[in-house]
């Protein structure tokens, strides 16, 4: 409780261990604290194309583990507990975990933000044997492919365009009766010739083996049940920010992520918000990693005024 930390890190996904690596490189007493596993969501991705440098791709998991090594190479130190709450009311701040305490002159906030589901049987196990929460991260499994995209929010217009120009057939699932992405998505969407719209109606079932074959579509208004075959479903439905234990500490947006910008400073001197977790356009491993590195260069420029 007494030894004070030069950086805190929370959260072990790409962001947290890029901070990790570049604060202990740089010789920060730097210690990062993860409530599973290194990598975070990433973990359950089963291949990454678009991470550079891995030419035939590379598994979340074992990304994880190598961004995990790199920090501890140059002494970052990982502890496994669940941040449960903070105090950055003074200039030395607080971290609480279930067994102890921290305490740190810096902190990074990268607990990153869940996909919501949409609670069907069987969905976890399927995660990556057909069913996908990032397009961008997976769409690429599918050229020439017939997937579905549920949602009918900006997320999930972006996701079905951008499917629409790999796969062979993308159909989205709308629980009402329009869209409620901007209209800006409205004239790309109706002129891509393989996107169709199944309105007013749920995925009520998946249609699975070991991997999705295809849904259940049940109609909000008629209680029809159909089957429609598709080799993927992609969950556009909204994320879930981690920052429930944050609240009242650090200034969030209306939708729970912390609001900070490019130089990943928040609301309160000292403490940098990296990865999905904050306010950002695109949430990748790549911008993960980018806001790990940015948050340690303006980390070192605080410590450097705060000594």
Known sequence: MNHIYDMIIIGGGPAGYTAALYAARAGLDTVLIERLAAGGQMT?????????????????????????????????????????????????????????????????????????????????????????????????????????????????????????????????????????????????????????????????????????????IRNRITDCVTSVNCDGLFISIGRRPASGFLSGHVKLDPDGYIAADESTRTSIPGVYAAGDIRTKALRQIVTAVSDGAVAVHYAEEYLAENP
Request: include cysteine; hydrophobic fraction near 35%; aromatic fraction near 8%.
């Open 44 to 216: 359950l991705t089963g291949t990454i194309d678009n991470y550079p440098g891995f030419e035939e791709g590379i598994d979340g998991f074992t990304l994880g583990m190598k961004m995990q090594q790199s920090a501890r190479r140059f002494g970052a130190k990982t502890v496994y507990a669940e941040a449960t709450a903070v105090d950055f009311s003074e200039k030395v701040k607080k971290i609480s975990t279930s067994g102890e305490h921290f305490l740190g002159k810096t902190v990074v906030i990268s607990t990153g933000a869940d996909p919501r589901e949409l609670g069907l049987p069987n969905e976890k196990a399927l995660t990556g044997k057909g069913i996908h929460y990032c397009s961008h991260c997976d769409g690429g499994f599918y050229r020439d492919k017939s997937v579905i995209v549920v949602g009918g929010g900006n997320s999930a217009a972006a996701d079905a365009l951008y499917l629409s120009r790999l796969a062979a057939k993308v159909c989205i699932v709308h629980r009402r009766d329009t869209l409620r992405a901007s209209k800006v998505y409205q004239e790309p969407l109706e002129k891509a010739g393989n996107i169709r719209f199944v309105w007013n109606s749920t995925v009520s079932d998946l249609i699975a083996d070991e991997k999705v074959t295809g849904v259940k």
